[in-house]
């Protein structure tokens, strides 16, 4: 076709990598293109060339069952394309090429374009048909970046892919969910008439915002003061050290708060996904955070878990807003997975991925779809049906469209008037099994999520200082240089 055809192929932030990405890249074009040329025209026999029988494999796998040219279509016009093609290094190097579309004529310029920052920032791939984009990154401005090259025109669904790892999955996930509840809060914001100080303050109060000044401050190598607010937030020990004696202790702390429960007369109300207690008394909340710990360490690398800070929270609302909390005891409903007993009960245990590089360094942390350890649903655990649909129609009301959409930020949950806080435990399985080369964690660990609600007394956020080199572990230092210095020689 008359029109420009781009990759873009952006794998690191170092120069000589991409050079190297390059050369092995124009090689395997090379080869293909060679076998294209000498065997194509045979019809049925060039499928005899291994390299267009792997053509032929991945268009059979992949795209036999979409609309447009079979695959005789497809052979004939291989060699066109292939011609055409060129392998491009665009960075700061000496090897780089300019891209210049105007130059392809009539026929349109197809290219493979393999850089990293310059590819990044400011530069327009014209026709662009596949995005070939790795990093290991949670940092947002990235992230956001590599999401814009997920969409698709309609008419096109079936032709679209996208491959990442599960724990890519999950950052996309956690950010979205963490941009749609930030933009749900500045629209509520808007319908109250909040000035715009109110708006800088929910903006810089949010938790993500650790996520955020990471990435623009953390090269400082200095302790970092960060507020954050808790109120209508969800805080979850998604980070947990693999730390044998605290992880039994974790353990040992959920069993004594279920046994306290039980003794002084309250009822585990049975429910579709496990046990909810209603109106539990903050002291015993309190006990199982003084005992539990994500992370031995001091000051903890996930600071939205430390003790202290959560303690000094409800401390200052104890005496009314947090005196009484719902405790939500989850339960999978997978039926390959036998109960496991906890104090009284019996629980089936939710089995979650962990990050690779993470477990390798003796950490648990939860990856997968949704980088979270529950779901948006166990937010609407201790609320009366009429509140759930209450808040369900005022969301609907707050969107463009007046729909409500498949999930909903489950922050509208905490914003309902009165509600008590609630404590989510449940039972975690790791999928360590994944991660080769390591020794398998075998345990289940116990895990705990808290939901704040609403607050009306002042000073709703919490000062976290945060060690930054601790922030590089949690968050990655490659998108630091790559900011300040653009492609590293």
Known sequence: QAAHASMLVNASRFTDVQGRLRSRIADVVGRIRDAVAVDAGKGRAALR????????????????????????????????????????????????????????GEHGVTVIAVGGYSLSRGLTLEGLMVSYFLRNSMMYDTLMQMGRWFGYRPGYEDLCRVWMPADGVGWYAHIHEAMEDLQAQLKRMELAKATPEQFGLAVRSHPETLIVTARNKMGSGKQLPVRVGLAENLIETTRIVCDPRQLAQNMAAGEALLRGMAAVGQVFEPRPRGYLCRAVDVALIKDLLRSYR?????????????????????????????????????????????????????????????????????????????????????????LLKDQIDVALEAYRLTRPDKTLPKTVSPRIYRQVPGRRPLLILRLVRPRTGEVDGVAQHSADVLAWGLSFPSSAIAGGTVEYVVNTIRMREMFGEEEIEEEALGDTE
């Not at 991945?58 to 011609?83: D, F, I, T």
């Not at 005891?329 to 590089?357: K, M, Q, W, Y």
Request: hydrophobic share 35%; net charge negative.
């Open 49 to 104: 060339n291994p390299e267009i029988a792997a053509l032929h494999a991945v268009w059979e796998e992949e795209y036999a069952e979409a609309e447009g040219m079979g695959w005789p279509e497809v052979q004939e016009r291989l060699h066109e394309v292939l011609v055409a093609a060129r392998v491009v290094e665009v960075n700061a190097s000496k090897r780089s090429q300019a891209l210049d579309y105007d130059r392809g």
């Open 294 to 382: 994500a992370d031995p360490g001091n000051p903890p690398a996930d600071p939205l878990t430390d003790p202290k800070l959560i303690g000094d929270y409800i401390d200052a609302r104890a005496a009314c807003e947090l005196a009484k909390w719902d405790v939500f005891i989850a339960s999978s409903t997978r039926r390959e997975f036998e109960p496991v007993p906890l104090a009284h009960l019996n629980l089936v245990p939710f089995e979650r991925s962990v990050d690779p590089g993470d477990y390798r360094n003796g950490i648990l942390t939860i990856s997968g779809a949704s980088r979270r350890i529950g779901s948006s649903e166990d937010e609407r655990e201790g």
